[in-house]
């Protein structure tokens, strides 16, 4: 088995964030561009990837991924067996940067092989080590207190028992009442997280985290600029609350720099980020050994995406799902979708598919209304 053509597919998808009118988005996006890759074999076999570009995340776009995969990378994957995933992957490696177009050529390539073997991807990962469906956690834009605890009330009524809170975005004194209001409106057996998006300084981090024990925070996501791993481990050693780190841990080198540093109680992983479900892998397992916990993150991935993370959440023990929730939340926002089974088959949870490979079919005519130039 030889591939023989990679085609990359542009498509846009409109996006509702659920929570109505939004008067300042907050550098939110409402309409996602992803990349679909599709591997072809000489034995008319394929397997499809995704590509989550957003440059204020990665620095990457939709086209300019697919310019790099269609004139450097996909070169030089023509002729190579697929099944040899990592010698595929190793062609990639001395390009720079640029994890999501790598991660979408991976997961081609792990689709490809699953059909192949008629497996789905988690078997090919290790095989599932814990239960299919997963719990989800929602997260809450950074609009207004009212506007978030309606989300809040609606989204527990539809099932969800973890919500995130975006904030960071706003003055210290906003968010702490945005999450005193939302506390008030779910009560507390509902876990809620924040997550600042790097928003914070160090300083802002600390003074927050008594008003966040008092509302019964469960953890806070990258409190701090995703290059400070020095104040992220200082805002570890002056409170309580455990600290994921999630922007600031892209690559293995940076889980590495991480863990010495004793920067986060917790690791956001996934593929995209992670530049494959590979580099997910040993990252957690790195972490594992260091006793540290990891969830599965997220960048608004589209149904194919969303897919290959599910997959890893189910296969990859230290993915700890059942504590941190998943943020595989991309096909509940996105308004459009092409491929079946849908991933989300009940309000608060995502059900890995079960097929070879990622599991998906995908609806090729719908496809093609949604590409765009």
Not at 5 to 15: E, G, M, S, Y
Not at 157 to 162: K, L
Not at 202 to 210: P, W
Not at 333 to 338: D, G, L, S
Request: proline residues 6%; aromatic residues 6%.
């Amino acid at each position: 088995m030889r591939i023989t053509h990679i085609d990359t597919i542009p498509i846009q998808i409109p996006v509702d964030r659920g929570v109505g009118t939004v008067r300042d988005a907050k550098g939110f996006r409402f309409t996602s561009q992803i990349l679909l890759v599709v591997i072809a074999t000489d034995g008319d076999e394929t397997g499809v990837g995704e590509v989550t570009a957003s440059p204020d995340w990665s620095g990457e776009t939709c086209l300019g991924a697919k310019a790099l995969i269609d004139s450097h990378l996909a070169p030089r994957l023509i002729g190579e067996d697929p099944r040899r995933l990592r010698a595929c992957m190793d062609r990639l490696a001395k390009t720079f940067a640029n994890p999501f177009a790598k991660a979408g050529l991976e997961m081609a390539l792990f689709d490809l092989v699953g059909k192949h073997l008629r497996t789905p991807v988690y078997q090919l990962l290790g095989g599932a080590a814990r239960d299919t469906n997963l719990p989800l956690r929602f997260p809450i834009m950074p609009v207004g207190p009212a506007e978030s605890a309606d989300v809040a009330k609606r989204m527990v009524a539809e099932g969800f028992r973890t919500l995130k809170l975006k904030v960071g975005h706003d003055p210290l004194a906003y968010d702490l009442e945005r999450i005193r209001v939302v506390r008030e409106a779910v009560g507390s057996d509902i876990r809620l997280t924040v997550d600042a998006n790097g928003g914070w300084t160090v300083n802002d981090a600390i003074r927050a985290a008594g008003p966040l024990e008092d509302y019964g925070i469960a953890f806070v996501e990258q409190p701090v600029h995703r290059l400070d791993l020095e104040g992220l481990a200082e805002v570890r050693r002056r409170i309580r609350l455990p600290v994921m780190a999630d922007e600031s841990v892209f690559t293995v080198q940076d889980a590495l720099r991480c863990l010495e540093l004793r920067a986060a109680d917790i690791i956001s992983v996934y593929p995209g980020k992670n530049g494959g479900l590979v580099n997910t892998q040993t990252i957690a397992q790195l972490a594992e050994a260091a006793g540290v916990h990891c969830a599965i993150g997220s960048n608004l991935e589209w149904d194919v995406g969303s897919a290959a993370m599910a997959h890893a959440s189910v296969a990859i023990p230290n993915i700890q799902v059942e504590r941190y929730g998943a943020d595989i939340i991309g096909p509940i926002f996105q308004t459009r979708h092409a491929t079946t089974p849908a991933l989300s088959q009940s309000p608060g949870f995502v059900t890995v598919p079960d097929g070879p490979g990622l599991g998906l079919n995908v609806d090729w005519d719908t496809i093609e209304l949604l590409r765009y130039a």
